[in-house]
């Protein structure tokens, strides 16, 4: 084992939670703390809903639904059935257990707890060993701008399927946002520092968004190393690539690796894209490649394991 000291992983969701489930295997209990997106928070029926936290939560909790990656497996939508007979708005898929999450968020938010607090007392209930973070307690919002307007992120990625492509994103509120005393200790105590396979425009894009993360991510002495979520020009699923190709990159790992050169010192691209490890080093960077498509707890585990033995050696050999 290469590292059991601290890690802080930075994840959004679907993407991000399978390689948080590998590297909390790969892990000692506990040393794995989970700096979540929050751009994507939405309310809805009265709910502050906070879709990223809440996937990194059921998967860590072995409680998601592994069709969709996201949602609780076997969960049925009963009371979304109803409140849409209400006239309640139902594009945003709930189901019925998932609703007691929200519930609960919302209560304990509107009693003063901080969305910190929250989340540790929800993934305390659920035997979370790992710490999850919300990246800050500050409102921010994702906002896409599209031919047809700038769009709620919600509205572009759930209710509008992605479909509208995407010529700009802005995260409101970033400016202002401030990391909690939570996550500036997270990443002064960490040894080594994961991007997981996230979007890197809209889930890892929103975390750097926010002032001191970046400046901690830049100045930060563990290693950092990254997973791309683009394998072969194409991501497994989701906007990634549209995104990355309507905004200007390029659609594959090197162009993920452009992208968050700044506050990496490594990144992995899957053995499919081995060709690419050395435009990778030329951009600065220390690359390898790997296994990285995580179809099963096995395949999370060997992935987590190997990109924390890569981060052992990239800080050996600075
Ligand atoms: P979201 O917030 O639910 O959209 O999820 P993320 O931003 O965390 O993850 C989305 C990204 O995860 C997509 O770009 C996918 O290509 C990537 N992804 C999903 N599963 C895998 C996997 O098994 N391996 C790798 N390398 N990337 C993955
Ligand atoms: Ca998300």
Redesign the pocket.
């Known amino acids: 084992m290469s590292f059991s000291g601290p890690v802080v992983a930075l ?9 948080a489930v590998g590297l909390a295997h790969a892990l000692p209990e506990g040393a794995l703390t989970v700096v979540v ?1 929050t751009a ?1 928070d939405l309310v809805l029926h009265g709910l502050h809903i906070s ?2 936290i809440d ?1 990194v939560m059921y998967n860590l909790a072995g409680m998601s639904n592994p069709e969709t ?2 949602g609780i497996d076997g969960d049925r939508t009963s009371a979304l059935d109803l409140l849409g007979r209400y006239g309640g708005p139902t594009w945003f898929r709930l189901g019925d257990q998932d609703l007691a999450t929200h519930i609960r968020r919302t209560q304990r938010l509107a009693e003063g707890a901080r969305l910190t607090e929250v989340t540790r007392e929800l993934a305390a209930s659920l035997g979370i060993k790992a710490n999850i973070l919300p990246m800050t307690d500050s409102s921010i919002a994702t906002r896409v701008k599209t031919p047809e307007g700038e769009l709620e992120f919600q509205d572009y ?1 759930v209710a509008r399927g992605t479909r509208p492509s995407v010529c700009g994103v802005r995260f409101q509120g970033a400016d202002e946002a401030r990391a909690t005393p939570e996550v500036i200790r997270a990443f002064d105590e960490a040894s080594a520092i994961v991007f ?5 425009i ?3 894009g929103p975390i750097l968004a926010v002032p001191d993360i970046h400046e901690r991510l830049r100045s930060a002495s563990a290693p950092r190393v990254g ?5 072969g020009g ?8 549209e995104m990355l190709k309507s905004l200007g990159h390029e659609v594959s790992a090197l162009g993920v690796a452009r992208i968050l050169k700044d506050v990496l010192d490594g990144f ?1 691209v ?1 053995t499919e894209d081995e060709a690419l490890v050395s435009s990778i080093k030329e951009t600065g960077l220390r690359s390898i490649a790997l296994p ?4 099963d707890l096995d ?2 585990k060997k ?1 987590a394991q190997g990109v924390l033995a890569f981060a052992s050696s990239v800080q050996k050999m600075t």
């Open positions: 994840a959004g969701g679907v993407g991000g939670a399978k390689l997106n994507d879709p990223d996937t990656g996201w990625f997981c396979p996230s979007n890197p809209v889930s890892i997973v791309s979520p683009i394998i194409a991501a497994l699923r989701g906007p990634a690539a992995v899957d990285s498509i995580m179809s395949s999370k992935l």
